[in-house]
T-cell receptor, first 111, second 116 residues
Framework: GQQLNQSPQSMFIQEGEDVSMNCTSSSIFNTWLWYKQDPGEGPVLLIALYKAGELTSNGRLTAQFGITRKDSFLNISASIPSDVGIYFCAGKMEYGNKLVFGAGTILRVKS | GAGVSQSPSNKVTEKGKDVELRCDPISGHTALYWYRQRLGQGLEFLIYFQGNSAPDKSGLPSDRFSAERTGESVSTLTIQRTQQEDSAVYLC??????????????FGEGSRLTVL
């Protein structure tokens, strides 16, 4: 099926550092979403992007919808211990009504 | 309840047995989705309901998998003759909007299935 390439697979960073992760696809998407999943929980939506070029912030999180509509990135500034978890990108193509998910980025923070 | 509720939270079964997984969406949410998450992997789409009908069931892996939704509320995912490769967390999500892009998906905590 349709794949999203998400990188990096995992990150182990120092508290206070900034984090960047991204997703790319060979297909065009008209919606990009970023989710965070804590252990034993379902994913929770962080940021939703609906227009090419859109840059949206949610507190220390910033995400952009790539201008080609084939990529998106998520930045986390000044990381804190509670940022640990798995971050997933998800995209929706123009037709259909399902989200395609990336494989996730595991974030660990050293305090 | 306030969120999407799934049961059982954990299920261990023997290969060849049938299992039923249940999802109670947020009240009033018309759209309902089932996803599968294998260990260390992303979410894999299985099926989408709008009301009681399933416009897209393209992600169901085989004819051993089926799902139904009654009363525009509860949904049941059934796996017949389970195999070890069916072991995964099965996540349900609901949405107040009929189409993604106008609303977000709210996920339950998942049902962890282990097939011995």
């Amino acid at each position: 099926g349709q794949q999203l390439n998400q990188s990096p697979q995992s990150m182990f960073i120092q508290e206070g550092e900034d984090v960047s992760m991204n997703c790319t696809s060979s297909s065009i998407f008209n919606t990009w979403l970023w989710y965070k999943q804590d252990p034993g929980e379902g994913p929770v939506l962080l940021i939703a992007l609906y227009k090419a070029g859109e840059l949206t912030s949610n507190g220390r999180l910033t995400a952009q919808f790539g201008i080609t509509r084939k990529d998106s990135f998520l930045n986390i500034s000044a990381s804190i211990p509670s940022d640990v978890g798995i971050y997933f990108c998800a995209g929706k193509m123009e037709y259909g009504n399902k989200l395609v998910f990336g494989a996730g980025t595991i974030l660990r923070v050293k305090s | 309840g306030a969120g999407v509720s799934q049961s059982p939270s954990n299920k261990v079964t023997e290969k060849g047995k049938d299992v039923e997984l249940r999802c109670d969406p947020i009240s009033g949410h018309t759209a309902l989705y089932w996803y599968r998450q294998r260990l260390g992997q992303g979410l894999e789409f299985l099926i989408y309901f709008q009301g009681n009908s399933a416009p897209d069931k393209s992600g169901l892996p085989s004819d051993r998998f089926s799902a139904e939704r009654t009363g525009e509320s509860v949904s049941t995912l059934t796996i017949q003759r389970t195999q070890q490769e069916d072991s995964a967390v099965y996540l349900c999500a609901s949405s107040p909007r009929p189409r993604i892009g106008a609303g977000e998906l709210f996920f339950g905590e998942g049902s962890r299935l282990t097939v011995l």
